[in-house]
């Protein structure tokens, strides 16, 4: 069965999708088939990225490695049986079309609660939450106390995630190997940065996750999206010279597939 993972956090603006497609990408580079879907059915800005990709790779004469993106199917809602939800019905069918043709299945999900998204963490054989290095961001974790040092108590995504791991057990399925990823922090070591990394070293001890490291702010990841394009794939394009923000960029890219530790799978790119 492929390996499921799951990009996930009910708030918007965390960077969801660049992650996404930074990791499909780099799975597919490395030479593992990988399907992609976004449950994101408004904005779709996954599977936008993905569809700038295709046309960008078409017009310049590139054959790069992409991710295998697929929409959700419709369903007839005649076929359903009382009680039934057609949301859970599309996913499941997108993931048994996605399936055996793919090693790893990634899903990246809306910046809100949604039932699409209830479902795919249950699905999660690994989870990753990308999260600003901001306790405005923190607060979807968990609550804390003003001056930023005690944890007060879970917050709803924390209780979204603990809902999907009970389904997981019940279902006599493996628990969910959940990773946070601290994105857009600052290159400087600022109070507020370490506060935000004892908070969630005190945190993942506490509900369960893994912390790994994660993308300080970068121009670079907005200037790739209307081509598709990863920092994996500059040389490709013709830039000869990375600067010293694109190596260290690659570099932590790097940093992250190795902690996501997923099955089969080295970082060595």
């Known amino acids: 069965m492929a390996h499921i993972i799951v990009v996930g956090n009910e708030k918007g603006g965390a960077g969801k999708s660049t992650l ?13 088939r990988v399907g992609a879907l976004d ?14 990709r295709r046309n960008f790779l078409e017009k310049s004469g590139l054959d790069l490695a992409t991710p295998t993106y697929s929409d959700l199917p419709e369903i007839d809602p005649s076929t359903l049986q009382p009680g039934e939800n057609i949301y859970d019905h ?12 793919n090693d ?11 039932r699409l998204s209830q479902v795919a963490h249950s699905l999660a054989d690994t989870l990753v939450t990308p999260l600003n290095d901001s306790f405005v961001d923190f607060d979807l974790l968990a609550h804390i106390d003003s001056d930023g040092e005690k944890i007060l108590g879970p917050s709803v995504y924390s209780e979204m995630v603990w809902n999907a791991r009970q389904l997981r057990a019940q279902a006599g399925l493996k628990p969910i190997d959940w990773i946070v990823m601290r994105n857009r922090m600052g290159a400087q070591q600022m109070v507020n940065k370490e506060k935000m990394g004892r908070a969630l070293d005190h945190l993942a001890k506490r509900i369960g996750f893994r912390v790994a490291p994660g993308f300080n ?10 081509r598709g394009l990863t920092l994996l794939d500059l040389r490709d394009i013709g830039v000869k010279q990375l600067n010293i923000s694109n190596v260290a960029a690659r570099q932590e890219l790097r940093d992250l597939l190795k902690a996501l530790n997923l099955p089969g799978v080295s970082a060595d790119f």
């Not at 449950?39 to 700038?52: A, I, M």
């Not at 599309?90 to 043709?101: D, F, V």
């Open 217 to 226: 702010e970068r121009v670079v990841f907005r200037e790739l999206f209307p």
């Open 104 to 114: 790893f299945i990634l899903i990246d999900c809306p910046g809100s609660h949604t």
């Open 20 to 32: 996404s497609m930074h990791i499909a990408t780099a799975l597919a580079r490395m030479g593992h």
């Open 39 to 52: 449950l994101d059915l408004r904005q779709k800005s996954f599977g936008r990225y993905v569809d700038n």
């Open 90 to 101: 599309r996913l499941s069918a997108a993931i048994a079309a996605l399936e055996p043709g």
